[in-house]
């Protein structure tokens, strides 16, 4: 049996981006959990491709066709150690936090050009929802960026 489109779409996404070069290490998978929760490993940069819970404006276009709006969130997470946490904001975290930032943005340009054409669905819309979350930062010590995409998805009945 083949994968859903949806699957598909955050596979595709998944590819994009273990293909670029970006100036930090890591390896981004696809998961349906919760980028809310803290992060157990330390020191693991973690860029995750979120399924969509659910779509937007499902519709039939016509008697062969249905569409709709999925929205994909790709979730940049790591957990700083307590000696960079106890830094407060200077120094190493200062640095650390600048190349974690960098990279989200870096990231959310990257998909403001592709629009995965090769998909019978297209990225409609990037957001980059938050460059870090404050409150994850102080209470978990945790850098968080969430880039949001949107996708107009459209199938064969």
């Keep these: 049996m083949a994968n859903s489109l949806e699957i598909q779409i955050a596979d595709a996404v998944v590819n994009a981006i273990n293909a670029a070069t970006w100036s930090e290490t890591f390896r981004a998978e696809r998961i349906y959990g919760d ?12 860029v995750d491709v979120v399924m969509p819970e659910a779509w937007d404006a499902h519709e039939l276009d016509d008697q ?6 999925a929205v994909f969130e790709v979730a940049i997470r790591k957990k700083l150690s307590m000696a960079m946490q106890s830094q407060v904001d200077g120094g190493g975290l200062r640095e650390e936090l ?3 930032y960098t990279l989200a943005i870096d990231m959310a ?9 090769s998909l019978t669905a297209h990225c409609i819309d990037t957001q980059l929802l938050q460059a870090y979350d404050r409150e994850m ?14 996708f107009d998805v459209r199938r064969a009945l």
């Design 109 to 117: 340009r990257m998909f403001m050009t592709d629009t995965f054409d």
């Design 35 to 46: 980028i809310d929760a803290p992060l157990e490993e330390l020191d693991r940069l973690r």
């Design 64 to 69: 062969s066709d249905d569409s709709c709006i």
């Design 137 to 150: 930062l102080a209470a978990m010590g945790q850098f968080t960026a969430v880039i949001q995409l949107t």
């Design 98 to 100: 600048d190349r974690l």
